[in-house]
């Protein structure tokens, strides 16, 4: 099978790319390298079955031949920061919607017809059922959480009209080794300018829910190896469930940080925050999957690798 | 208050324009003309309170122009043919979600904070459930659907992010005065031709909901009058529900014409159809409305005003 890894050279994106290599898969990768890096897949470079291309997939003439010959196509590529779209109304509309649609009219245009996309958690929004299940209707609170609901609606359409087969996964923030930014990330930095106190931007109290990647990419392929509908929407999370306030007790914990806590905000981290995230994933288990690492252990992974990459703070 | 009604000068909104009109209220109309006809609103032109503006709702410098000092926006603007989305993949994205997000744009540069909007029953899909309730999530099967479904994801993020109020209003099929498209304006115009027998798309099995306009728009304002969430999402139909047969039996019926029929297709209409539509109206009722017309009365209403409107036939 040869595949296609949009955004193949980010965090998660890479990941799948490792998976799909160890499983002696050709590979094509495109990525604009806004967030993702070069070095996330570098160790492939000589590999006959792995392809790089530098490009943006909104270059709708690149994308569609990149897309030639190609049997089924990862989109990875996305703006993965949920916090912007207050202060930034099109740059989720953009690397969201508008790169889905060229992936869609790229696809249609090769006869390729198998998508697997990520959406997101928070298309829920705050949903008012925990463990949330796929059957919650999208309530988004975000540009974020929009821009992936509207995703899933067209890659929906393009799927019933053309006969493709989807697979469709909500996450919750994923960590772990090439994570790039996200709580974690802030408070590595945070705690290196040696600050007086740790500044949160919530009260602590919102509730959150992560996964190690490389769990989550084990799921990814349970699903497509198992689920057989035309359109199949799994959650991908973890039965683990702390408070932000748990969470920076833990990430503290592990980097031995006896830092005073002060608390800037309310219920919210941000505009169009959700304060209580839990998905539902017990229709993922049904396929056989379930996670690994503990949340624990994910932090404690995720810490040991930025510590090891002082390179990635540069400039942030 | 003072409105503006993109889109008033088509079917449904023109019908909202004079209900407002009616109540004295200062109305803003912006049309391009694609769909809707001046004729539909010329009968307010003296009002001092009703102003025509046409224009396109995607020129956004005439749009933020149009929208300062409006407290209230009706969005009925868009591209209102479910089945063209299979051939043209740009049209409902183009007139539905890229004018949604003009509007939406508009309105925050204005400091404008209650929009309605008119979504469909096609953000439900083929629905597993039926009558289908405001609750079910979306799984459209078209574009049309696909677009409207993502309005709505758009529209609940600026609410959500500014404190708006937003009234979503799930359509069936509307007919009544100033139908111009549909399966009734579709029989009129093949019987016109004097065809040897009637030719329909499907089998006839596909059972469909439709709901008189004034009827509809009488819904709109008890929704905006009497629903205090800041996302009022509503199915707007009818109980009844008949076959596309039945549906042309009493079409033929009132038309008083025996030509026999004879059936192309399948299940469906065309790619994307839904083969099922029947909207759960519990939670509109609850606010006190129903419909004041059954549907074979709103037919003969609909064919009344065909009859009488030969132009509308012309080059069609």
Redesign the interface.
């Known amino acids: 099978m040869k595949y296609l890894v949009t955004g193949g050279a980010g965090f998660i994106g890479s990941h799948i790319v490792d998976e799909l290599i160890r499983n002696n898969h050709q590979v094509v990768v495109i990525d604009n390298f806004s967030t993702g890096k070069e070095i996330f897949v570098s160790h492939h470079r000589h590999d006959p079955n792995f392809r790089l291309i530098k490009g943006d997939v909104l270059d709708k003439k690149l994308l569609t031949q990149t897309m030639k010959n190609i049997d089924f196509v990862f989109h990875l590529a996305a703006h993965a920061d949920v916090r912007n ?2 202060t930034n ?1 099109s740059v989720d ?1 953009r690397q969201n ?1 508008e790169t889905t ?1 060229s992936v ?2 790229a696809m ?1 245009k090769n006869k390729v017809n198998k998508i697997a996309f990520t959406s997101t958690s928070s ?1 829920y ?1 705050d949903a008012s059922v925990h463990p949330t299940p ?10 974020y ?3 992936k ?2 995703c ?3 890659i ?2 393009y799927a ?2 053309y006969d493709w087969q989807a697979y469709i996964f909500r996450l919750v923030s994923f960590i772990g080794e090439r994570y790039t930014h996200g709580i974690i990330f802030d408070l590595i930095k945070k705690i290196a300018d040696k600050p007086d106190k740790l500044t949160l931007f919530s009260d602590g109290s919102p509730k959150k829910s992560s996964l190690y990647v490389k769990d989550g990419v084990s799921a990814f392929f349970q699903v497509i190896n198992k689920a057989k509908q035309q ?1 199949n929407i799994y959650n991908v999370g973890h039965e683990e469930i702390f408070t932000i306030d748990e969470i920076v007790n833990i990430i503290l914990t592990v980097l031995k940080c006896r830092l005073p806590k002060s608390y800037l905000g309310g219920k919210r981290g941000w ?2 925050d959700n304060n209580f995230v839990h998905l539902d994933i017990s229709k993922l288990k049904s396929l056989g999957w379930k996670p690994k690492k503990s949340l624990k252990e994910a932090v404690k992974l995720t810490i040991d690798y930025l510590l090891n990459q002082p390179e990635l703070f540069r400039g942030k």
Chains 1, 2 share one sequence.
Request: aromatic share 16%.
């Open positions: 779209g207050y109304h509309h919607l649609l869609l009219e249609f298309v929004g796929e059957t919650y209707p999208f309530e988004p609170t975000s540009l959480g929009a821009t609901a509207a899933e609606s067209y929906r359409a019933g009209y359109i505009a169009g």
